[in-house]
């Protein structure tokens, strides 16, 4: 996160000089100025986004997050994910939560949502994590859900593959269950891929067996957030 916030400020800086050193730039008021450097902000950020967390570990997830809709409208759009973030890691705090662009990046080691070995059976202590971030997700309908499964490196890649693509949708099922609009998610098994820890470990490993979210906001939500911005 302080990696991002540099990069952050490092590109407003930027793109605020040129606008207050281009001599078209000088002739805009305040508010035209504003939305300039927030629409240009916007996409120089979703680039930088995409591209760190694609090396930090799930490329399709820094993908997913790397897109930001920019300008005022993704402050709206921001400060409403800032919102939903705190509130899921009240509601859990074994997870990982981290604020990306305009989305939110949840992690759940195998910890916070354990299977049964060679499975993609829900453990009871892991069902009981899923249900604390239910009301959460419930709280705000206009968001999509992308949700990940990795596995460690122990056995045949394809297996791997397979099975974690399983547990994702294992997850899925069990949020629908308890009445979360199924329609808001999409599942993706990765298998080995993006390990954020070494496999030669026990500990590394047991990292490595996770879920994550891309949580970002669906149309509603950008509608919603322009015609705010308007009003």
């Not at 997050?65 to 005022?72: E, I, Q, Y």
């Not at 974690?164 to 009445?179: I, M, Q, T």
Request: glycine residues 14%; contains cysteine; charged residues 20%.
């Amino acid at each position: 996160m302080k990696r991002i916030g540099i990069y952050s400020l490092a590109c407003l800086f930027a793109i605020g000089t040129f606008f207050t050193g281009c001599e078209s730039a000088k002739n805009m008021n305040n508010t035209q100025k504003g939305a300039g450097i927030g629409v240009a902000a916007g996409a120089v950020l979703g680039g930088i986004l995409g591209n760190n967390i694609g090396k930090g570990g799930n490329t399709a997830l820094g993908a997913v997050l790397g897109g930001v809709v920019g300008g005022t409208v993704g402050g709206v759009i921001g400060n409403k994910m800032d919102k939903q973030a705190r509130e899921i890691d009240n509601a859990l705090p074994g997870a990982e939560v981290e604020r990306v662009g305009e989305g939110i990046k949840l992690t759940l080691n195998e910890n916070a949502v354990r299977f049964d070995t060679n499975k993609s059976t829900l453990t009871a202590a892991a069902k009981a994590n899923l249900d604390k971030l239910v009301s959460v997700f419930n709280s705000y309908p206009d968001t999509n859900i992308q949700i990940y499964g990795y596995t460690d490196s122990t056995g045949p890649a394809e297996y791997n593959l397979k099975l974690s693509g399983e547990r994702a949708a294992s997850v899925k099922s069990y949020l629908v269950s308890k009445g979360i609009n199924g329609s808001r998610f999409n599942t993706t098994g990765l298998g080995i891929a993006d390990p954020i820890a070494s496999n030669d470990t026990p500990d590394g490993r047991s990292k490595n067996r996770r879920v994550e979210f891309a949580i970002t906001a669906n149309e509603k939500m950008v509608q919603d957030a322009q015609k705010e911005v308007k009003n």
